[in-house]
């Protein structure tokens, strides 16, 4: 069993920043072989992939938010991140953590992100 666990949302004006934290955690004592990433789902949307991260460290990212995001990983620590940068209020949203291994994708119970002035 995987369970990641979100935390670092919360409300911020548009234009400011916000950095996600995910520590995953389970059976296992390592995930550094696992992708892990983040989607985000709006209110009356569906979910979205916003950005993903390899064992490598090859990095993807929705055109929404390339140049704005930016992900990483620190496996010694099992955690990934999401730095957010000129957020917009379109932004709002839930944001989900998840690991992606061989058993299955994992998700966090996500952490609400609300920009707005």
């Known amino acids: 069993q995987v369970q990641p666990v979100e935390s670092g949302g919360g409300l911020v004006q548009p234009g400011g920043s916000l950095r996600l934290s995910c520590a995953a955690s389970g059976s296992q004592s390592s995930f550094t072989i696992y992708p892990m990433g983040w989607y985000r789902q709006a209110p009356g949307k569906e979910r979205e992939s916003v950005a993903d991260i390899s064992s490598d460290g090859r990095q993807n990212y929705a055109e929404f938010v390339k140049a704005r995001f930016t992900i990483s990983r620190d496996g010694a620590k099992n955690k990934v991140y999401l730095q957010m940068n000129s957020l917009k209020p379109e932004d709002t949203a839930v944001y989900y953590c998840?690991?992606?291994?061989?058993?299955?994708?994992?998700w966090g119970l996500g952490t609400q992100v609300t920009v707005s002035s």
């Open positions: 998840y690991v992606r291994t061989q058993t299955g994708t994992y």
